[in-house]
T-cell receptor
Framework: ETGVTQTPRHLVMGMTNKKSLKCEQH?????MYWYKQSAKKPLELMFV???????ENNSVPSRFSPECPNSSHLFLHLHTLQPEDSALYLC??????????????FGPGTRLTVL | GQNIDQPTEMTATEGAIVQINCTYQ??????LFWYQQHAGEAPTFLSY??LDGLEEKGRFSSFLSRSKGYSYLLLKELQMKDSASYLC??????????WGAGTKLIIKP
């Protein structure tokens, strides 16, 4: 595997379900990100982890819970979601976060539909 | 406050040139990125400008004017495969990216 991978690619869940999105990067990066992408809207940064420490939580509802067990893996745990949470969830990684800019590499995303 | 704006959709002809503009407002600026995103795929990096001027990379060029809060992406010799959304994003004072909504570029034969 190369680059940034995400599983599953598609997910349909009910509002009472619990599911998890997985992201894995094979680039040796130290920072990982979760974004939400809705149609015709800007990418919304949800969470940032740098060196496995969470550095940003942009007022995301608690029904979204991130987990970063190591610098290569990132999870987004979902529970009691709402239909408006249906979107493309993108994971990205970069060499570092903060004090400098590095290109972010994106995974293919998980298309989430909440019924 | 911070905001960033780019056209929603543009149409161009194969073989032609197209310029996609991006304007932004922010108190802290740390460079401007352009990404390409094909439908159903991940965004991929195109360019990063931190100083004023034009950066050329093959058929694609990116321009930045910090005093005007303005950038553009110039695509030459358009090909059908260039049909995609083009996202601009600037780095804020916390070194996080603030994204535009993207410009959907439609290439016609």
């Amino acid at each position: 595997e190369t680059g940034v991978t995400q599983t599953p690619r598609h997910l349909v869940m009910g509002m009472t379900n619990k599911k998890s999105l997985k992201c894995e990067q094979h680039l040796g990066h130290n920072a990982m990100y979760w974004y939400k992408q809705s149609a015709k809207k800007p990418l919304e940064l949800m969470f940032v982890y740098s060196l496995e420490e969470r550095v940003e939580n942009n007022s995301v509802p608690s029904r979204f819970s991130p987990e970063c067990p190591n610098s290569s893996h990132l999870f987004l745990h979902l529970h009691t979601l709402q239909p408006e949470d249906s979107a493309l969830y993108l994971c990205a990684s970069s060499a570092t976060s903060g004090e400098t800019y590095n290109e972010q590499f994106f995974g293919p995303g998980t298309r989430l539909t909440v019924l | 406050g911070q905001n960033i704006d780019q056209p929603t959709e543009m149409t161009a002809t194969e073989g032609a040139i197209v310029q996609i503009n991006c304007t932004y407002q922010t108190s802290g600026f740390n460079g401007l990125f352009w990404y390409q995103q094909h439908a159903g795929e991940a965004p991929t990096f195109l360019s990063y400008n931190v100083l004023d001027g034009l950066e050329e990379k093959g058929r694609f060029s990116s321009f930045l004017s910090r005093s005007k809060g303005y950038s553009y992406l110039l695509l030459k010799e358009l090909q059908m495969k260039d049909s995609a959304s083009y996202l601009c994003a600037f780095g804020d004072s916390n070194y996080q990216l603030i994204w535009g909504a993207g410009t959907k570029l439609i290439i016609k034969p």
